[in-house]
C-alpha cells in the first residue's frame, strides 16, 4: 500500500504562486507513475500534471505553468503553480499508481482570489 498527504495549498491572489507537495509513505523509488489531479466545484476531476519513468505531462490549460517534480530521497512529489488564475482554483489530489492499484492523497484545496 501507498499512503499520501498532500500538502502547501492556500489562498492566493492571481498571478501568484504555491508549490504543492506530496509525501509517500513508501519509497518512490519504484513507483514509475505519479501525478496530479484537481477537482473544482461542480465540476469533475481533472487530470493536471503525470510524471512517468521521469517523463513529464500536463493538461494544456496548465502547461508552461506549472512543474511537477519528484524527489526519491524525500519520497515526494511536487506541484510547483506559477502564474495563477482563478480558475485554477479546485481540491488538488496527488496520485500514484503501484503494483497495478491506484492510491490517492486526501487532497489540499487550492483558491485563487482575483
Known amino acids: 500500500q501507498v499512503h499520501l498527504v498532500e500538502s502547501g495549498g492556500g489562498l492566493v491572489q492571481a498571478g501568484g504562486s504555491l508549490r504543492l507537495s506530496c509525501a509517500a509513505s513508501?519509497?518512490?523509488?519504484?513507483?514509475?507513475?505519479m501525478g496530479w489531479y484537481r477537482q473544482a466545484p461542480g465540476k469533475e476531476r481533472e487530470l493536471v500534471a503525470t510524471i512517468i519513468n521521469g517523463n513529464t505531462n500536463y493538461t494544456d490549460s496548465v502547461n508552461g505553468r506549472f512543474t511537477i517534480s519528484r524527489d526519491n530521497a524525500k519520497n515526494t512529489v511536487y506541484l510547483q503553480m506559477n502564474s495563477l488564475k482563478p480558475e485554477d482554483t479546485a481540491v488538488y489530489y496527488c496520485?500514484?499508481?503501484?503494483?497495478?492499484?491506484?492510491?490517492w492523497g486526501q487532497g489540499t484545496q487550492v483558491t485563487v482570489s482575483s
Open positions: 496520485t500514484a499508481i503501484y503494483r497495478g492499484y491506484a492510491y
Open positions: 513508501r519509497t518512490i523509488f519504484s513507483i514509475n507513475v
